[in-house]
């Protein structure tokens, strides 16, 4: 034993100690000094190692130092947010204090850690959540925050008892309050019990439609019951009661269109296009649909001619696409991109191209560009080059990199890309005739060393 301290003694950092510490703990048990081991087991949890606080709980837990074991549990959790817990690897800080508790014997503190927990995630979910709880909140488990708890309700039942009796209370209280409402809710669909779940849905149905939230679950129950009527007028309300979207001032266009889009009004908005177009009134859907758009946001006219689209009506969006771009002193690098889409479906490859070639041309050296190809950005470059090799438009792709180098010779990407393609073509001369010209730039002597390697 006194070897062992003296070699911690002589170690220089914490990961050298480890060992001997370990080794230290193992000795002093085997000669019965119970609280030296202790002492010394609790030297082991290190701030850098997060975890090491939870093997560390462990193991007091086990001697029957619960107090000295929560002080690990509660450290563990400073040291790092969520993380794996003994339960596995979705238990987070707060299931492995509320489990700590139990052990220890405290229910009541156990159920006051998880209440807090709950509502501290919820409360995030409200200032964060935006479209993701309108669409996530009640049919993604992994949005129930009761779910990494659920083990616990499983080992101690009267835990489960005393968070559904504390919840029933808080909803008989307030009835009105959507939060309670959700909770009330998540607990019933942690504990197996969608029927009570539903039972509280009920009672919602003829209340404020003021969160979005319960507001989407409900409508949506209402048209998996092809309740249409009921839907479209829980939507209506729910609209009438949310304010215009208000993009702050020096926004980009492009963040601005999509705060615009992703508002809670406009997101109900198109459910109620929807309920309308599931009940044959087209023209009701499109007279909903079209209040999305905002001729001054491009992204708007992108989205309503995407509906378009997507509900046949393609020769409307490309009127729309037509119209808007004849209005504008300079052409949307984004409309001229969705235009290409339907020009696609027309199947004119030449006028896609001649589209993108010159969307291509406004939004030079811009790579996060928004396009409606794939839902991500990218340079439409990159874009007409994929479809000058789906439809055989090759020499017309090697023709615009050409004039790209050109107007631009010291932008290595086109060279490099040229190159690439027509190496990739079968045409090896052509693309060393490439690297030949790019070497000639002093800038890219490097790149075409490293590109010829």
């Known amino acids: 034993i006194e070897a062992l301290r003296q070699q911690i003694d002589r170690a220089k950092d914490d990961d050298a100690k480890r060992t001997p510490r370990y080794r230290l703990v193992e000795a002093l048990l085997a000669a019965g000094r119970q609280d030296e081991a202790l002492e010394a087991l609790g030297e082991l949890a290190n701030p850098r190692d997060p975890s090491s606080y939870e093997r560390v709980g462990i193991l007091l837990h086990y001697y029957g130092r619960h107090d000295a074991a929560l002080e690990k549990f509660e450290a563990a959790k400073r040291s790092k947010s969520g993380g794996g817990g003994w339960g596995g690897a979705g238990e987070t800080g707060d299931a492995m204090i509320a489990r700590s508790l139990l052990i220890k014997g405290d229910v009541e503190g156990a159920a006051d850690r998880i209440v807090s927990a709950v509502a501290e995630q919820m409360r995030q979910s409200t200032q964060y959540g935006g479209m993701m709880s309108m669409y996530g909140m009640y049919n993604d488990d992994d949005e129930n925050h009761f779910q990494p708890f659920s083990a616990l309700f499983v080992m101690r039942p009267s835990l489960a008892k005393e968070i559904l009796d504390r919840l029933e209370a808080e909803y008989a209280s307030s009835p009105d309050d959507p939060l309670a409402a959700k909770r009330l809710l998540m607990l019933h669909k942690t504990m197996g019990r969608p029927d009570l ?211 631009n010779p010291n932008d290595w990407s086109n060279h490099e890309g040229l190159a690439e393609l027509l190496r990739r073509h079968g045409r090896y001369d052509d693309a060393v005739a490439v690297l030949d010209k790019a070497a000639r730039v002093k800038a890219l002597r490097r790149q075409v060393m490293s590109e010829r390697v």
């Not at 729910?238 to 809670?264: C, E, H």
């Open 197 to 407: 779940a539903d039972k509280v849905l009920e009672k919602l149905i003829d209340k404020s439609m003021s969160d979005q939230a319960l507001a989407m679950r409900l409508i949506d129950r209402a048209i998996e019951r092809r309740e249409y009527e009921k839907a479209a007028s829980m939507a209506r309300e729910f609209i009438d009661n949310q304010p215009k979207p208000q993009v702050p001032p020096g926004m980009p266009p492009q963040y601005a269109g999509m705060i615009q889009l992703m508002s809670a009004r406009n997101m109900m908005t198109c459910k109620l296009g929807d309920i309308y177009w599931k009940m044959n009134q087209p023209d009701k859907a499109f007279e909903e649909y079209n209040k999305i758009r905002d001729e001054k946001v491009d992204l708007t006219n992108v989205a309503y001619a995407a509906i378009c689209v997507i509900r046949g009506r393609v020769e409307e969006a490309k009127t729309l696409l037509d119209q808007t771009l004849a209005a504008q002193d300079v052409d949307s690098p984004l409309l001229l991109q969705f235009r290409a889409v339907i020009a696609v479906l027309d199947d004119d490859a030449n006028m896609a191209f001649d589209l993108l070639e010159q969307a291509a041309r406004l939004s030079e050296g811009d790579q996060s560009m928004m396009t409606p190809f794939g839902g991500g950005g990218g340079d439409p470059s990159s874009i007409l080059g994929s479809l000058a090799e789906a439809t055989g438009l090759f020499d017309r792709y090697v023709e615009f990199l050409r004039d790209r180098i050109k107007k």
